[in-house]
């Protein structure tokens, strides 16, 4: 008899708790926490992300290229181009007010001596919010859109202008003539399930980057640093699960699926974003993954890079509530006409700057300003952001798989008979998603 395998979200899991109480266990002994994170710690989780860095471009172009090559018709492309753009507004516009309501209603701030909170180093994100804000008109925002130099760009990892040249060439592509496309069109398939390979490669590592990570960030912190703050954490989180469930469960239910099982088929996916705060760990499983689940590629392969720059739905859910959350500190009272144009200034700014580190907070600095909400009170949640990014990380992981599903729903073109399949096939292996899926052609 063959012990049963420990599935990769369970082996994830195991190092996020494990990860936990040796970074407790650091955060007591000051003596030699620098020590253990800066040789030990740091750069095993470090090593991690700089995997994953290292095939999301490489997967996004190929995986792009040949979905849309594979699509053959600029109309039906731009339909779904259009509808994916509709769709993700409008759910981030909805995140939004969301956030603001709660705010709102539960007045996070209200009563907090600003005396007793700790004050932490935001001058990082004030030098990335200045080249943010230079870049953010809606001009620069269109013309930053087309590369000059489409290498440059993959250096930079400018997402935004990837996706744009990647489209481009898909539809050149997609124009000529079978005896001169194919050929590349199979290179391209070959690059993208190699990578789709290497992905599942990294992987198997994966266990020991989140308990690093994990390890670093609760060392650093503490859990001492959460209780001043704990009402927004909590709000916080309430708000994700809320919009994760309610909202999230109401469209699903809509068109015809079920977040619930959307979760389970990406619960090492979520656990995975969770204890990295990063969406780019699992960019090439979700891609995977919502193929076999029924989601044709042209869609998910367009959706889903696209879903990292234009529909950060936790994100944007985090910052309209961290935003009150500082007015309320100061005792300012926001109007309506204020919180309007917090509302529209939060819909310009969240797009087209996912590669930066600490968006939200880049996103924070550059829009407070709008309705006169004081940028210092950003270094009184600085030390628990980090926290609090965990979970809108997982809501962004969420939202984007469920964009893939609505989109290919809405054009008509979702395999209902796959999605059962694939989801027979899960439940066969007892709830273990640690299976490795393979895109059909």
């Given at each position: 008899m063959t012990k049963p395998k420990m599935g990769l979200a369970w082996q994830i899991l195991f190092g996020l708790i494990?990860?936990?109480?040796?970074?407790?266990?650091?955060n007591r002994y000051s003596s030699d926490k620098a020590w253990w994170i800066a040789t030990m710690l740091q750069p095993a989780g470090e090593l991690f992300i700089r995997l994953i860095k290292m095939i999301v471009i490489p997967i996004v172009i190929s995986s792009l290229i040949v979905g849309i090559a594979g699509v053959g018709d600029s109309k039906k492309l731009g339909r779904i181009g259009i509808k994916t753009l509709v769709y993700f507004e409008i759910i981030t516009t909805l995140a939004i007010v969301v956030g603001l309501l709660l705010?709102?209603?539960?007045?996070?701030?209200?009563?907090?001596?600003?005396?007793?909170?700790?004050?932490?180093?935001?001058?990082?994100?004030?030098?990335?919010t200045s080249e943010v804000q230079s870049n953010h008109a809606f001009i620069s925002t269109l013309l930053n859109l087309v590369p000059s130099n489409v290498f440059a760009a993959i250096v930079r990892g400018d997402m935004l202008a990837i996706i744009f040249f990647s489209v481009m060439f898909g539809l050149g592509l997609a124009s000529l003539k079978d005896e001169l496309r194919q050929p590349l069109v199979s290179a391209l398939e070959g690059i993208s399930q190699s990578m789709f390979k290497v992905t599942h490669m990294i992987m198997r590592y994966a266990p020991i980057g989140v308990f690093a990570l994990i390890s670093v960030t609760v060392a650093n912190f503490g859990f001492g640093s959460l209780w001043p703050l704990a009402r927004l954490v909590t709000l916080v989180y309430a708000s994700i699960v809320f919009f994760g469930v309610v909202?999230?469960?109401?469209?699903?239910?809509?068109?015809?699926?079920?977040?619930?099982?959307?979760?389970?088929?990406?619960?090492?996916?979520?656990?995975?974003?969770?204890?990295?705060?990063?969406?780019e760990t699992v960019l090439p499983r979700i891609i995977e993954k919502m193929e076999a689940y029924g989601a044709p590629?042209?869609?998910?392969?367009?959706?889903?890079?696209?879903?990292?720059?234009?529909?950060?739905?936790?994100?944007?859910?985090?910052?309209?509530i961290a935003a009150l959350f500082i007015a309320q500190l100061y005792g300012i009272d926001l109007s309506?006409?204020?919180?309007?144009?917090?509302?529209?200034?939060?819909?310009?700014?969240?797009?087209?700057?996912?590669?930066v580190p600490g968006v939200s907070f880049v996103v924070l600095l550059a829009t407070?300003?709008?309705?006169?909400?004081?940028?210092?009170?950003?270094?009184?949640?600085?030390?628990?952001?980090?926290?609090?990014?965990?979970?809108?990380?997982?809501?962004?992981?969420?939202?984007?798989?469920?964009?893939?599903?609505?989109?290919?729903?809405?054009?008509?073109?979702?395999?209902?008979e796959k999605g059962d399949r694939y989801w027979r096939s899960l439940s066969a292996s007892q709830g273990d998603n640690d299976v490795v899926v393979t895109p059909l052609h």
């Amino acid at each position: 008899m063959t012990k049963p395998k420990m599935g990769l979200a369970w082996q994830i899991l195991f190092g996020l708790i494990l990860g936990i109480v040796v970074g407790a266990v650091l955060n007591r002994y000051s003596s030699d926490k620098a020590w253990w994170i800066a040789t030990m710690l740091q750069p095993a989780g470090e090593l991690f992300i700089r995997l994953i860095k290292m095939i999301v471009i490489p997967i996004v172009i190929s995986s792009l290229i040949v979905g849309i090559a594979g699509v053959g018709d600029s109309k039906k492309l731009g339909r779904i181009g259009i509808k994916t753009l509709v769709y993700f507004e409008i759910i981030t516009t909805l995140a939004i007010v969301v956030g603001l309501l709660l705010a709102n209603f539960f007045q996070p701030g209200h009563g907090i001596d600003m005396s007793q909170l700790r004050t932490s180093d935001i001058s990082q994100y004030e030098k990335t919010t200045s080249e943010v804000q230079s870049n953010h008109a809606f001009i620069s925002t269109l013309l930053n859109l087309v590369p000059s130099n489409v290498f440059a760009a993959i250096v930079r990892g400018d997402m935004l202008a990837i996706i744009f040249f990647s489209v481009m060439f898909g539809l050149g592509l997609a124009s000529l003539k079978d005896e001169l496309r194919q050929p590349l069109v199979s290179a391209l398939e070959g690059i993208s399930q190699s990578m789709f390979k290497v992905t599942h490669m990294i992987m198997r590592y994966a266990p020991i980057g989140v308990f690093a990570l994990i390890s670093v960030t609760v060392a650093n912190f503490g859990f001492g640093s959460l209780w001043p703050l704990a009402r927004l954490v909590t709000l916080v989180y309430a708000s994700i699960v809320f919009f994760g469930v309610v909202v999230f469960g109401l469209v699903a239910r809509v068109c015809g699926f079920s977040v619930w099982k959307l979760i389970l088929i990406l619960k090492a996916e979520i656990i995975l974003g969770y204890s990295t705060a990063s969406s780019e760990t699992v960019l090439p499983r979700i891609i995977e993954k919502m193929e076999a689940y029924g989601a044709p590629r042209a869609i998910t392969r367009f959706v889903v890079p696209t879903g990292y720059s234009f529909n950060l739905d936790g994100s944007t859910l985090y910052q309209s509530i961290a935003a009150l959350f500082i007015a309320q500190l100061y005792g300012i009272d926001l109007s309506i006409v204020q919180q309007i144009t917090l509302v529209l200034t939060l819909m310009v700014t969240s797009k087209g700057i996912a590669g930066v580190p600490g968006v939200s907070f880049v996103v924070l600095l550059a829009t407070l300003g709008s309705v006169g909400i004081p940028l210092e009170g950003l270094a009184f949640i600085a030390g628990v952001d980090r926290i609090m990014d965990m979970a809108r990380t997982a809501l962004n992981i969420v939202g984007n798989a469920l964009a893939v599903l609505v989109v290919a729903r809405w054009e008509g073109m979702y395999d209902d008979e796959k999605g059962d399949r694939y989801w027979r096939s899960l439940s066969a292996s007892q709830g273990d998603n640690d299976v490795v899926v393979t895109p059909l052609h």
